[in-house]
Structure formats: structure tokens, C-alpha cells
Nanobody, 123 residues
Framework: QVQLLESGGGLVQSGGSLRLSCAASGRSFSTFTLAWFRQPPGKERSFVASINRNDANTQYADSVKGRFTISRDRDKDTMYLQMNRLTPEDTGVYYC????????????????WGQGTQVTVSS
């Protein structure tokens, strides 16, 4: 069993940057594929980015390509999402997730989830 804890959310102006973190506890997630999802107010949770178990491959939603970067620090057992050039459309609760298996953008493919961190981008 792995527990995931997100941090780094907050309020930022449009055009600004934030870096989200997702730390593992209980067991290492070094062998897992990891991902970020987000849920805007009143909408479904949707895929943002994922990184595979050996960090060789990443995948991004079209809406964040070129602005967001997913990465992992194995020494700290922590995953990150660097978010640049934020817009109000990026507002939502951001969740990290983990799975045994390859890259996936499907929410149901992930077995473990964090509690989420709120990101609010003001115009």
C-alpha cells in the first residue's frame, strides 16, 4: 500500500508558475507509473500528465503541452509538476496517482490517489 500526499497548490495570477509535489509514504513508488489529474469546479477529473516507471517516457494532455513538466526525484521519492504560463482554465484540484503498469491517461487505470491540492489561477 502506498500513500500519496500532494502539496504546492495555491493562488497565482494568470501567467505565473507553480510547482506541485507528490510525496510517497508507506512504500516507495519508484517502480510505479505516476500521473497528475485535475478536476475543475463542476467538471470531471481529467488527465494532465504521466511519467512511466523508469522515467524514460512522459505523456501530456494537449492543453498543457509546452507549459507543464512532470518529473520524479527517486532519492526523495517525490514527483513534481512544474506549471508555467498558467491560465484561469488551469484552476482546479490537482491529484497525483500511481499504478503498476505503463503510461495511461485513463483515470480508472490508477490504483492509488492522493487527496488533492487546490490550484487557483486568477485573471
Amino acid at each position: 500500500q502506498v500513500q500519496l500526499l500532494e502539496s504546492g497548490g495555491g493562488l497565482v495570477q494568470s501567467g505565473g508558475s507553480l510547482r506541485l509535489s507528490c510525496a510517497a509514504s508507506g512504500r516507495s513508488f519508484s517502480t510505479f507509473t505516476l500521473a497528475w489529474f485535475r478536476q475543475p469546479p463542476g467538471k470531471e477529473r481529467s488527465f494532465v500528465a504521466s511519467i512511466n516507471r523508469n522515467d524514460a517516457n512522459t505523456q501530456y494532455a494537449d492543453s498543457v503541452k509546452g507549459r507543464f513538466t512532470i518529473s520524479r526525484d527517486r532519492d526523495k521519492d517525490t514527483m513534481y509538476l512544474q506549471m508555467n504560463r498558467l491560465t484561469p482554465e488551469d484552476t482546479g484540484v490537482y491529484y497525483c496517482a500511481a499504478r503498476n503498469g505503463g503510461l495511461s491517461s485513463y483515470r480508472d487505470a490508477y490504483d492509488w490517489w492522493g487527496q488533492g491540492t487546490q490550484v487557483t489561477v486568477s485573471s
